[in-house]
């Protein structure tokens, strides 16, 4: 058996009956290991959705430090860690999606995220 493609998809809940399929299929090099591209796939994918579900409180976060006389030290604090944990987590990512899509969110005003200090 010759296997040349391997495929991951997943379905993941976002609540308010709601969800959103992610997948990627990845074509292996010869001598590729099946196991070792399902592991990149899985990982793309869930990747792929964390960075969508940060992604709100970052933009917040953003939003914060702009308007940085309306929030405490602490508030202002917590925004510039969530801001740092996200750019280290997903540069790849950010110079390709933001501003991301506002399908899933549009008419969602940003104050209601689950940000919270």
């Known amino acids: 058996?010759?296997?040349?493609?391997?495929?991951?998809?997943?379905?993941?809940?976002?609540?308010?009956?709601?969800?959103?399929?992610?997948?990627?299929?990845?074509?292996?090099?010869?001598?590729?290991?099946?196991?070792?591209?399902?592991a990149e796939a899985k990982k793309h994918v869930e990747k792929s959705h964390?960075?969508?579900?940060?992604?709100?409180?970052?933009e917040r976060a953003k939003q914060m430090m702009k308007e940085e006389k309306r929030y405490t030290g602490y508030e202002l604090d917590e925004a510039k860690n969530v801001i740092e944990l996200f750019e280290a987590n997903y540069p790849d990512y950010i110079e390709k999606f933001v501003p991301a899509s506002r399908q899933l969110t549009e008419g969602v005003d940003p104050a209601d995220t689950d940000f919270e200090f």
């Open 1 to 38: 058996m010759n296997i040349e493609k391997v495929s991951y998809h997943k379905v993941f809940n976002l609540g308010n009956y709601s969800n959103e399929k992610i997948g990627v299929d990845i074509v292996l090099a010869p001598g590729e290991s099946v196991l070792d591209a399902f």
């Open 50 to 58: 964390q960075f969508f579900t940060d992604l709100p409180k970052y």
